[in-house]
Structures are given as C-alpha cells and as structure tokens.
C-alpha cells in the first residue's frame, strides 16, 4: 500500500525566511505533484515532477524529486506572506490515474 | 472557460437523510473522482471513475453512493449509513498529458449534517 508523508505538517516561519518541507513516500513512483489549498478553498497545482532529479521552480518555490530515496522537498526561499496556505505532495498511484495525497503541511508566514 | 462546477458550496442536513452533491465538468475528460476532506487532514478518495458507466470505489468508500450516465457528470450521493458525514468534499477530473496527470478540482462543497 502506497503511503506519503509530510513533514513538518505545521511550519510557522518569518517572513525573509528560508525553509523545506519534505514528502516521502514508500513505494516506487516516478511522478510526484505539489498542490497549495487556501482556507476554504480548493486545491491549486504548483509542480509536477516526472523523473528522478526533477526540478522545478516557480518564484519562492523550488521544488525536486528523487526517485531512489523516495522523498521530494518543497523549498521556500525568503518567505513573503502571500505563500501562507497549506502544501500538499501527491504521488501516482500508477494504472488507475489515481493519487495518494500527503497529510499536508500548514504554513503560516508571520510579518 | 472549462472547468469543473460543483453546487452547492454549502449544505446542511438532518441527519438521517440522504443529500446528493452535483459535480460537473466541461474538460472532455475520462477520469473522474471524489475526494473527502477533514479539517486539518489530507484528501482521502471516496469513489473514482474512469469512463461512462463505470466506477470504482476509493479507500473511503462506505455510505456512499456514485452514478457516471454521462461523460460531464459525477455525482456524489451522501447516504444515512455514512456515520460522520460532515466534511469538505472536492471532485476532480483528470488526464493524463506529457506532463504527467493532470488533475483538475473543483471548488468544493462544505457539507454539516446536525
């Protein structure tokens, strides 16, 4: 059964900060996504990440992928308010089109 | 503009009656699905679809009920044997594209059952 995890699942940071949130999963997948939820709000996608050493970067937002460790990261480079949401990772669950979600990571961004 | 609808954003209900959640879209797209939302939790998936007439239970799939008569729609129906209905729940639909699967959510319906 394919499992994802997040950590931290809270992160309360400052604004000019520097921080990571990680995603491990533990079966073999190649494609990992990076959704963002506001409060109320439906999921928005950010990254998709299709091969080991995969990066992509929006912004504040890096995001990367390695297939052998099993573990994508989400990098928040000088935090701005405007990335308060919760983070969630997703992987393929392969054949089906489906999706198994992390438990998300709630960030909050302080002035 | 494609997307996907689903109405409405609020609901309430007594308990013990069934309510249905609408889920439409216009994204010519095969795959659809249900996802349930707890606060402060992840999406857990409740029901999928992958082609007219044909759907397959999720991980969370008990009191509730699916029915895909038509390509565009996917309705959710939340039945009385479903024991702590209340809960946000997202419907998608998908494709898979040169850049992996894309899925697509809707806005959401809030539903509080007292």
């Known amino acids: 059964e394919l499992k994802v995890e997040q950590n931290p699942l809270f992160l309360s940071m400052q604004e000019g900060k520097n921080y990571t949130i990680y995603c491990n999963y533990s079966t073999t997948s190649d494609r990992l996504y990076w959704y963002r939820q506001d409060p109320g709000k439906s999921l928005e996608s950010l990254f998709v990440?299709?091969?080991?050493?995969a990066v992509k970067q929006e912004g504040r937002l890096m995001a990367s992928l390695d297939t052998k460790a099993r573990l994508s990261t989400l990098h928040i480079t000088a935090a701005v308010h405007d990335l308060s949401a919760t983070y969630f990772c997703?992987?393929?669950?392969?054949?089906?089109?489906?999706?198994?979600f992390g438990q998300g990571t709630r960030l909050t961004i302080n002035p | 503009d494609g997307g996907i609808t689903q109405s409405p954003k609020y609901l309430f209900r007594k308990e013990g009656q069934n309510v249905t959640l609408s889920c439409e879209q216009n994204?010519?797209?095969?795959?659809m699905y249900w996802y349930r939302q707890d606060p402060g939790q992840g999406l857990r998936l409740i029901y999928y679809?992958?082609?007219?007439?044909?759907?397959q239970k999720g991980d969370i799939a008990e009191g509730y009920s699916v029915s895909r008569e038509k390509k565009e729609s996917f309705p959710l129906t939340v039945t009385s044997a479903q024991k702590n209905p209340t809960a946000f729940y997202l419907c998608?639909?998908?494709?898979?594209?040169?850049?992996?699967?894309?899925?697509?959510f809707g806005p959401g319906t809030r539903l509080t059952v007292t």
């Open positions: 997703a992987v393929d669950r392969g054949g089906a089109q489906k999706l198994v």
């Open positions: 990440l299709l091969s080991n050493g």
């Open positions: 994204l010519n797209h095969d795959a």
């Open positions: 998608a639909s998908s494709v898979y594209g040169t850049g992996g699967l894309e899925q697509y």
């Open positions: 679809s992958q082609i007219v007439n044909d759907f």
